[in-house]
């Protein structure tokens, strides 16, 4: 059974630091790209960070670079989000994501943590 469970939301001040976890199982880890997106209530959901299957590429949003920082760990089959310098505009419902588009495409979704950042 494939599984993404996301852990290490919560409230946090404006300024403050977490760090998100995404722990895979029932699938092959190491061999898909994994992404970080987050939903704001009311807004399109976006994508905040990738990381690419051997952990060696990155990308980021424009809003998030230099503050968010995106790690994997194969033996662990988890993928991390170190979030610091928070803003209010940061919270949302973070869902980590899993896809492999060398056939057969496949592609898995977290059901999410939520991160509030407020005084």
């Known amino acids: 059974q494939v599984q993404l469970v996301e852990s290490g939301g919560g409230l946090v001040q404006p300024g403050g630091s977490l760090r998100l976890s995404c722990a895979a199982s029932?699938?092959?880890?190491?061999?898909?790209?994994m992404r970080w997106y987050r939903q704001a209530p009311g807004k399109e959901r976006e994508l905040v960070a990738s990381?690419?299957?051997?952990?060696?590429?990155?990308n980021y949003a424009d809003s998030v670079k230099g503050r968010f920082t995106i790690s994997r760990d194969n033996a662990k089959n988890t993928v991390y989000l170190q979030m610091n310098s928070l803003k209010p505009e940061d919270t949302a419902v973070y869902c980590c994501?899993?896809?492999?588009?060398?056939?057969?495409?496949?592609?898995?979704w977290g059901k999410g943590t939520l991160v509030t950042v407020s005084s």
């Open positions: 994501n899993a896809v492999k588009y060398i056939s057969p495409r496949m592609e898995y």
């Open positions: 990381i690419a299957s051997s952990g060696v590429s990155t």
């Open positions: 029932g699938f092959t880890f190491s061999g898909y790209l």
